[in-house]
């Protein structure tokens, strides 16, 4: 497109993001309340983040008369390549640096839009749908806090028993998270949704993008929304588990410590811990259904391998919920 006058001409794209109403998702306490992106954006409230990390433009917020919202936004130029050890350090890090600035003052957003009860909303709906009566059903399973009944693998039967355990936990720690050290989450911060690029001084910057499940959260709890995110969808190898823990939970205490946070690590990591494990609410139950159809596929076998993991994470977790002060 050019300037009359100017033969100069510059090459430039828009996105078209279409947000459906939803009567399900209609109240700002749903985790994923259908208009917070678009209130997000219209605040304004995003485009003044630290740490440098920044979003798209939001061009124009356009109401339609079909119950549908178009997000005319910036295209931001990214360079798909698959991840690399260093870009999880350095995206790990940069999230602890922009948390520790609201950790030090920063103000948190006042908007009602803004969740603060994230993970207990999503839980909810974790249970909701895990007991939904169109999941294939299987025979009733013994009173054990679960709703189906255990596949007859030894493996799985001690997965589901550390589950029924973790569950029992839950309320506790949902308390403890909503206890933490306070700050702003983004709460589906993974590869996808962070774009890194470089500016012309060859620095690597942070753009993050989709921000529906923005939320004021506690401390670790993205972080280990992030480690259980990468390692649900493959995009870390699972035989290198322990280190790719270790890479984000250290990047992410030195992001906090380079922005002055210095407080106690033990609430970050239990934010962390907990974060993850929690998953295992969803994805134990999504396992059982997999072992039911093919126990030896790798997909099965990779589910019951993170489970596992997510699992011993609990156990840490619950741990550190008794022996660190959460006031």
Known sequence: MSDIGNEESRAWSMILKIVKADVLRDDPSHY??????????????????????TVPRCLAVDQRSDDTVWLWLEDIPNDAQEWQWDDYAYAAEKLGQFQAAYLLGEPLPKFPWVNQQWMRSWINECYRYRDAPDVPDVPDAPDAGMSRQLVPDMKFADLAARLVRLEGWVEDWLAALERLPRTLAHQDYYEQNILISLNGQQERKVVLID??????SGIGEDLGRFFGLALSRGNVPLEHYQKVQELFFSSYIK?????????????????????????????????????????GAPETLKLAFIAEKQLEAAEEAEELRKIVKIV
């Not at 309340?33 to 990390?53: M, N, T, V």
């Open 32 to 53: 994923n309340y259908w208009k917070r992106e678009i209130l997000a954006y219209d605040s304004g409230f995003l485009h003044h983040l630290p740490a440098d990390i």
């Open 211 to 216: 921000w529906q499940f923005l939320s004021i």
């Open 255 to 295: 992001g906090l410590r380079h922005t002055g946070w210095l407080g106690d690590e033990r609430l970050a990591r239990f934010g962390f811990l907990a974060s993850f494990a929690l998953r295992s609410i969803w994805e134990v139950p999504k396992l059982q259904q997999k072992l039911a159809q093919d126990a």
